[in-house]
């Protein structure tokens, strides 16, 4: 059974940091890609960033390109999401996702991913 758990949220301010970090159990880690996603008050779920099974490529919504950095390692079965120059708009419940099948490629599509995780809050003042 795979698990998902998230952590590093928070309440931080614009301009700020955070770093997000998700720990995955119940299948080889390494074999799969992983995903950020958000959902912020009455909006939908969007995808945030993906990392491709290898770590080898990387993916990015435009709103957050050159700011957030999505990263793995594999030993301890962890992928972080990198959050700087965080803005108000960025307010929302993240949340990582392993896609379902082995050696992907981090994919934006919401249906690509099986496993996901409790979600973690951050909110950014102005």
């Known amino acids: 059974q795979v698990q998902l758990v998230e952590s590093g949220g928070g309440l931080v301010q614009a301009g700020g940091s955070l770093r997000l970090s998700c720990a995955a159990s119940g299948r080889t880690f390494s074999s799969y890609a992983m995903g950020w996603f958000r959902q912020a008050p009455g909006k939908e779920r969007e995808f945030v960033a993906g990392?491709?099974?290898?770590?080898?490529?990387?993916y990015y919504t435009d709103s957050v390109k050159g700011r957030f950095t999505i990263s793995r390692d594999d030993a301890k079965n962890t992928v972080y999401l990198q959050m700087n120059s965080l803005k108000p708009e960025d307010t929302a419940v993240y949340y990582c996702a392993q896609e379902g099948y082995a050696y992907g490629m981090g994919q934006r599509t919401f249906h690509a991913y099986a496993h996901w995780g409790q979600g973690t809050q951050v909110t950014v003042s102005s």
């Open positions: 990392i491709s099974w290898s770590g080898g490529s990387t």
